[in-house]
């Protein structure tokens, strides 16, 4: 089975710009998070989607969105960037359910913010 | 408030010394979920284990086990006769199990380095 593939893998933007990134989960998998790593704060959750809905999300302002489509890949948006958004940001994917399964990460998305 | 302490910042050992990782949580529910995920130097989380809060017993595989004790609130790590490929960041997680959620409270990991 194929694991958990996010585009693109680098980014480079600048303050004030907006950015989308892509996540596709494991086939079967129907609930996918985002999680933000940086140095100072380490790993922070983002929000979670499952059957194209919300089911939880993050202490983040609302410059980062996100959405899941019908065959469960997701992506995350944050606007207005700032250079505090510069992180490696992860998505993970799972069965989904009413209990917590086992999280596939994939590789992150690193994005540096000038 | 849910919360993971590692206080192991780094840790540094010999190859095929025994390595301890600790891990102590908090949280109200009766009903979490406990996690390990190894991140080696390529950045990708993998996962290691997961525990329900209902189910104390001691897992073992290969040469990683993890003790879950509930009456000290901590689900520690260790690595049997360690390998310079275990040299990794290790995350402890949490994950309230009463609702419908995959959220996880990680810990700061542990920089786990193996010297050959």
């Known amino acids: 089975k194929a694991g958990v593939t996010q585009t693109p893998r680098y980014l480079i933007k600048t303050r004030g710009q907006q950015v989308t990134l892509s996540c596709s989960p494991i086939s079967g998998h129907r609930s996918v998070s985002w999680y933000q790593q940086t140095p100072g704060q380490g790993l922070q959750f983002l929000f979670e989607y499952f059957s194209e809905t919300q089911r939880n999300k993050g202490n983040f302002p609302g410059r980062f969105s996100g959405r899941q489509f019908s065959n469960s890949r997701s992506e995350m948006n944050v606007s207005t960037l700032e250079l505090g958004d510069s992180a490696l940001y992860l998505c993970a994917s799972s069965l989904g359910g009413i209990r917590p399964y086992e999280q596939y990460f994939g590789p992150g998305t690193r994005l540096t913010v000038t | 408030a849910q919360k993971v302490t590692q206080a192991q910042t780094e840790i540094s050992v010999v190859e095929k010394e025994d390595v301890t990782l600790d891990c102590v949580y908090e949280t109200r529910d009766t009903t979490y979920y406990l996690f390990w995920y190894k991140q080696p130097p390529s950045g990708e989380l993998v996962f290691l284990i997961r525990r329900n809060s209902f189910d104390e017993q001691n897992e073992i595989s290969g040469r990683y086990s993890w003790n879950f004790q509930k009456s000290t609130s901590s689900f520690n790590f260790t690595i049997t006769a360690s390998q310079v490929v275990d040299s990794a960041v290790y995350f402890c997680?949490?994950?309230?199990?009463?609702?419908?959620?995959?959220?996880?409270?990680f810990g700061t990991g542990t920089l786990l380095a193996v010297q050959p």
């Open positions: 997680a949490l994950s309230e199990g009463g609702g419908a959620t995959n959220k996880l409270i």
